[in-house]
């Protein structure tokens, strides 16, 4: 019997160290780990000992003889990954982190931003060093796109909170929260109180469709309804047109599906989930019934993950809809398709699209349809949303999607791009305007080349909105080895504020600060609301309720 990694998969890496056997590929120091839309266990080679299913912080490991119908294909997608890639045994150890001598005293390091890039950080900085971190954050509460970003019927990939909550109980960890840099303190006050500061704050805007229309009443970023439905303080009174029976969204990553999924799955399922009440309420209401995903692009080059793709197989209720006419690839794509060495992910994509392609419909369902190749050139309308207009596209050699003059409307009054996020910039910090990131070298922030002392990134604004929740781990213990290698080498200059200064300095010019005692009070009524509701928890989504829980 051998375990098996499925759908909810984090990319977190933490069970590739703690297999005995060294079964779980990629490593994190192999090349193909940074476009790895999941790990994978060699079945031939499994022990069967269970010490990845206590180091996954996402529940995503089962044994094969436990595996739900729903994620049965997983036992020959973990096959399949290996008779590409034939497991190798030479496996070195990682080295032992440096640690720092204990005679240069406490590192005191300031994080900015609690989401996922911030807490691996945290995490990371608490197993090396005698250590003091605060963690500041504009929300009154943690956990950035854990909390505010994955879908609500994603429950198993929020756990990765629990296992922060639990590495961060020791007061070696502050937190300040309700705390908005530039306005309660400023980066300069920051280093004064810190040996160094990394900043983590995500990529919190999103890229332009560049067409005419975009802007009308109806039309709105994937991101603002992301938000808007889990309850994020600053999206709670946004208001999105249900009342047509046809949203298409533009673009088809793991968001798009996030998004068709909460919009046509059934409410009552929902209502079992963490969503925020208002968005049940409005999802009750609603009248969709078809969700059109446009890529622009092939099957093959799909933004979407296959686990994400095969997981819409089960959903209740909802037809996914393919136009066979969409499968039949150009010669480019055909030529990868034929490969023998293809990548069995990319297999894997085409051959679920084809499924979907032949699968039985059901009037009475609802409908997610997929629709390739696809560029929008207008969102119709004069004071709202009443359709799009897109081109037809023909891939290039290089894969690169190029519109004809073919063209085709869509009736719609909810038009949602989801085209991809992009940082904005720090305030004191150097920025790179194309690529929306801070320029770093191994998270070390620069300026012209040279490093600036002292500050240091991690996360989306480091290297760009790509990977998973768990990419951040790889990445946040990057940007702490070179942290640490500074303070080791003496380039950190010392704090002239210690922490009861900077918590003296926080309490008096922002009152309504919400420390680590704050946070458990709003945890705790979160859950306790959803206890008796069935639900994992129920959220306060305003600042106000936020702040008033906070205060018991």
């Given at each position: 019997m051998a375990y098996v990694i499925t759908q909810r998969c984090c990319n977190d890496a933490s069970c590739v160290t703690e297999c005995p056997v060294d079964c779980i590929r990629p490593t994190p120091d192999q090349p193909e780990f940074a476009t790895a839309e999941m790990l994978y266990i060699d079945p031939d080679t499994c022990i069967d000992c269970g010490a990845c299913v206590d180091a996954c912080p996402v529940d995503a490991i089962f044994s094969e003889d436990d595996l739900l119908a729903s994620l049965g294909r997983y036992r020959e997608i973990n096959a399949e990954y290996f008779r590409r890639h034939p497991l190798e045994t030479n496996?070195?150890?990682?080295?032992?982190?440096?640690?720092?001598p204990k005679s240069l005293g406490t590192l005191r390091v300031a994080i900015v931003g609690a989401g996922p890039a911030a807490c691996y950080a945290a995490d990371e900085l608490l197993r090396r060093s005698d250590v003091e971190v605060e963690m500041f954050d504009r929300?009154?509460?943690?956990?950035?796109l854990v909390r505010a970003g994955v879908a609500p019927d994603h429950a198993g990939t929020k756990n990765v909170a629990t296992m922060f909550e639990s590495a961060f109980r020791r007061d070696t960890l502050q937190y300040y929260l309700n705390v908005e840099i530039g306005e309660h303190i400023d980066h300069r006050e920051l280093l004064e109180h810190h040996h160094a500061v990394i900043y983590a704050v995500g990529a919190s805007s999103d890229r332009k469709l560049g067409v005419p229309g975009e802007d009308l009443p109806g039309s709105h970023s994937a991101t603002e309804f992301v938000a808007w439905y889990n309850g994020h303080p600053d999206f709670a009174e946004r208001e999105f047109d249900l009342s047509g029976e046809r949203a298409v969204i533009v673009g088809n990553g793991n968001v798009a599906?996030?998004?068709?999924?909460?919009?046509?799955?059934?409410?009552?399922?929902?209502?079992?989930?963490?969503i925020a009440d208002h968005a049940l309420d409005a999802l009750r209401r609603s009248n969709i019934r078809e969700v059109v995903i446009l890529g622009r692009r092939g099957p093959l080059q799909a933004a979407y993950s296959s686990p994400e793709f095969l997981a819409l197989t089960h959903l209740k209720g909802v037809d996914v809809v393919v136009d066979p006419a969409d499968l039949d690839l150009d010669e480019h794509s055909r030529a990868i398709l034929d490969d023998p060495n293809i990548e069995p992910s990319l297999r894997l994509k085409y051959q679920l699209a084809q499924e979907y392609s032949t699968g039985r419909r059901d009037p009475a369902n609802k409908r997610i349809v997929f629709r390739y190749l696809a560029t929008p050139t207008e969102v119709l309308g004069d004071d709202h949303v009443t359709g799009i207009e897109f081109a037809h596209?023909?891939?290039t050699a290089d894969l690169v999607a190029t519109p004809t003059d073919r063209t085709e409307r869509?009736?719609?009054?909810?038009v949602l791009r989801s085209i991809g996020y992009r940082g904005v910039p720090v305030p004191g910090l150097p920025f790179d305007e194309r690529r929306g990131v801070v320029p770093s070298e191994h998270g070390r922030v620069l300026v012209d080349t040279q490093p600036l002392p002292g500050v240091y990134v991690a996360g989306w604004i480091k290297r760009g909105p790509r990977g998973v929740i768990g990419s951040n781990r790889i990445d946040a213990e990057e940007t702490v080895e070179a942290l640490i290698d500074d303070f080791i080498a003496g380039r950190l200059t010392n704090p002239t504020g210690d922490r009861a200064a900077l918590r003296a300095l926080l309490t008096e010019r922002q009152p309504d600060l919400v420390d680590r005692a704050a946070w458990k009070t709003i945890d705790q009524a979160e859950k306790a609301a959803g206890k008796a509701a069935g639900r994992p928890r129920v959220k306060f989504t305003t600042r106000a309720d936020l702040l008033k829980a906070a205060k018991g």
């Open positions: 496996f070195d150890p990682l080295a032992t982190p440096v640690r720092p929300l009154p509460t943690p956990w950035g599906l996030d998004v068709a999924r909460v919009l046509t799955v059934d409410p009552d399922e929902l209502a079992k989930t963490d596209n023909e891939l869509l009736d719609t009054g909810l």
